[in-house]
């Protein structure tokens, strides 16, 4: 059983700033790509932001330059500095990742989210 838990999210205010973290915990062998997506209301699910095992990372243009994705491999958490926030940045935040356990390789498991709102 694998869970992933976010965290970090609250109201905030035009030009501020929050940090998102998502830990995964259960019987994880390893953790391949992270990512965080987000749902405004009445919106599609869309990529924020995403991270290889590796490191690498790759942005949604509309938060490029304000968010940055992380991860720390030795505690199985990604996380989202997000900075100059803006109100159509409001959404539930939901972490992804891609991981292998000793029943199955490179599932998909989502966290349930965690809602950001920024005031205008």
């Known amino acids: 059983q694998v869970q992933l838990v976010e965290s970090g999210g609250g109201l905030v205010q035009t030009g501020g700033s929050l940090r998102l973290s998502c830990a995964a915990s259960?019987?994880?062998?390893?953790?391949?790509?992270m990512g965080w997506y987000r749902q405004a209301p009445g919106k599609q699910r869309e990529l924020v932001a995403a991270?290889?095992?590796?490191?690498?990372?790759n942005y949604a243009d509309s938060v490029k330059g304000r968010f940055t994705i992380s991860r720390d491999n030795a505690k199985n958490t990604v996380y989202l500095q997000m900075n100059s926030l803006k109100p159509e940045d409001t959404a539930v935040y939901y972490c992804?990742?891609?991981?292998?356990?000793?029943?199955?390789w490179g599932r998909g498991y989502w966290g349930k989210g965690t809602l950001v709102t920024v005031s205008s």
């Open positions: 992804n990742a891609v991981i292998d356990t000793v029943v199955a």
């Open positions: 991270i290889t095992s590796g490191g690498s990372t």
């Open positions: 259960g019987s994880i062998f390893s953790i391949n790509g």
